[in-house]
C-alpha cells in the first residue's frame, strides 16, 4: 500500500527557470539509469522476493524512496519550465559545440505536457520498462542494483557540473548522497548474499551439468597480453573453488559449420553442386 503527503522528499526549488538544462535533467528522471528506472527496478524486486523479509524490506524501502525522487526532479523540472516560451529558444554558450548539440528545449515540454516534466530521457526517447532487472536472484539483482545507482550517481555529477543554479545543485547535492548510501548498501547486502550463496549466479547449478574444463581460464582473443598482467589471470578464484588460468592461443573445439540445406518452402538459395 502506498501514500502521499504533500511534502517533496528535499528541496526542488531553482533560482531561475531554465528551460535548457529542463531538457538535460530529465536524462536522471527517465533515462535508462534515471528514478524511473531504480523505482520500477526496486519495487518489482521488492514485490517479486521470496525467503528472507530484511532483504525484502530492504529493497522496499529503497524503491519506495525512489519515487519520492521521482517527484522531487518532476517539480524541479516544471519550475524550469516556468514562463518558458512555447517558441523553441536557444541561448549562446560558452562552448557552442556542446550546445549545438544539447541546446533548445525540448518541444515535448510545449506540445505534450503543457511545461510538465516528461517520463523520458533528454533527447525526448520515452521511458522502457526494458530498462529494469528484477530477475528473482537477490544476488543477481543487488549487482544490478549496485550498477543501476553507480551510473545514476555519473549522472547526477555530470549534471551538478552543467549548471551554476544553487537551488538545483541543492537538490542535486541530496541524490548525490543518497545514491552514495544506496551503493553502500547493495555492496553491503551483495557481500552477505555472496557468502551464503555463492559468488557465481546462479550457485545451485550441479556441478554435473557445468563443462569446468573451461570454467577458470581467461582465453587471449585480443592482440597483446596485457591482460594477462591482472589478478583474474592467476592465483585462485574469488569463488573459492579453482584456480584462473591463461590461454594464450585459444583453441577451435566446434569443428567446421555446416548447415544442411533448407526445405524448398524457406525458398533459400539452392546449394552449390559439387
Known amino acids: 500500500m502506498f501514500y502521499h503527503r504533500k511534502e517533496l522528499q528535499f528541496h526542488a526549488k531553482p533560482d531561475r527557470p531554465d528551460p535548457v538544462y529542463a531538457k538535460k535533467l530529465q536524462e536522471i528522471l527517465g533515462g535508462q539509469f534515471g528514478e524511473i528506472s531504480v523505482a520500477m527496478q526496486y519495487l518489482f524486486q521488492g514485490w517479486n522476493a521470496r525467503g ?4 525484502k524490506d530492504l529493497i522496499m524501502d529503497t524503491g519506495t524512496e525512489e519515487l519520492g525522487h521521482i517527484e522531487m526532479i518532476s517539480t524541479m523540472i516544471a519550475r524550469l519550465l516556468d514562463d518558458a516560451p512555447v517558441k523553441e529558444q536557444e541561448k549562446a554558450a560558452e562552448n557552442p559545440v556542446i550546445e549545438s548539440i544539447l541546446g533548445g528545449m525540448n518541444p515535448h515540454h510545449a506540445i505534450v505536457s503543457g511545461l ?59 541524490l548525490l548522497a543518497r545514491d552514495t548510501m544506496h551503493q553502500n548498501q547493495w555492496i553491503a547486502a551483495l557481500k552477505e548474499l555472496e557468502e551464503k550463496y555463492g559468488t557465481t549466479v546462479p550457485g ?18 585480443s592482440d597483446g ?18 584456480e584462473f588460468g591463461y590461454v594464450q592461443e585459444p583453441k577451435a573445439h566446434g569443428g567446421k559449420q555446416e548447415l544442411k540445406p533448407a526445405p524448398y518452402y524457406a525458398h533459400g538459395t539452392p546449394p552449390v553442386e559439387k
Do not use: C, H
Not at 526494458?130 to 544476488?139: D, F, K, R, T
Not at 545451485?204 to 582473443?221: C, G, H, I, Q, R
Not at 597480453?225 to 585462485?236: I, L, N, T
Open 52 to 55: 528472507d523479509e530484511k532483504y
Open 204 to 221: 545451485t547449478v550441479p556441478a554435473e551439468w557445468e563443462a569446468t574444463e573451461f570454467s577458470y581460464d581467461l582465453m587471449n582473443f
Open 116 to 174: 510538465g516534466a516528461m517520463p523520458e530521457n533528454s533527447t525526448g526517447v520515452p521511458w522502457n520498462a526494458g530498462y529494469i532487472v528484477a530477475s528473482g536472484n537477490l544476488v543477481s539483482d543487488m549487482r544490478a542494483n549496485l550498477n543501476a545507482e553507480s551510473q545514476g550517481r555519473l549522472q547526477v555529477a555530470r549534471l551538478y557540473e552543467m549548471t551554476d543554479d544553487s537551488g538545483v545543485r541543492k537538490m542535486l547535492s541530496f
Open 225 to 242: 597480453e596485457d591482460s594477462k598482467k591482472g589478478s583474474w589471470a592467476s592465483g585462485k578464484t574469488p569463488d573459492g573453488k579453482g
